[in-house]
């Protein structure tokens, strides 16, 4: 798999209802409203797939996960990926970056090349 992805310059509008779906799992309802409001209107930014995944502390998804899959079957076919969304972590408190939408689509990344740089919009968390 030689491709390398290719991202678009903004995240689909689906992937801020997944972010507030994942989001809600751990925080209030305005919390996430407040989160998801900020997202909508944070610049892009650009990291590195290894140190999105380091930062976040989850594992890295095989290439054979079905999502990871479909991610790279996009790729692939030269279709274009959407930047990942982002709550900020707090490493003095230990609290991981959140990825509220896109882990997915980091592991594709990953896969593709460790050193990737991936979009994403970061904000910081409304608990710290």
């Not at 798999?1 to 290719?6: P, Q, T, V």
């Not at 959407?82 to 490493?91: A, E, K, N, Q, W």
């Not at 970056?97 to 592991?107: E, S, T």
């Amino acid at each position: 798999m030689a491709k390398k992805e290719h991202w678009k310059n903004d995240p689909d509008p689906h992937d801020y209802p997944a972010a507030s779906a994942y989001l809600s799992l751990t925080l209030g309802r305005s919390d996430v409203t407040a989160v998801v409001r900020k997202l909508k209107a944070a610049p892009i930014s650009h990291g590195k797939a290894k140190d999105l995944l380091r930062a976040s502390r989850l594992p890295l998804m095989p290439m054979e996960d079905l999502e990871v899959m479909r991610d790279l079957k996009k790729v692939r076919k030269g279709e274009q990926l959407s930047p990942v969304l982002l709550v900020r972590g707090d490493l003095p408190q230990g609290v991981p970056l959140i990825v509220a939408d896109g882990y997915h689509r980091i592991c594709a990344s990953y896969h593709l090349s460790d050193d990737a740089d991936i979009p994403f919009r970061i904000v910081d968390s409304p608990l710290s």
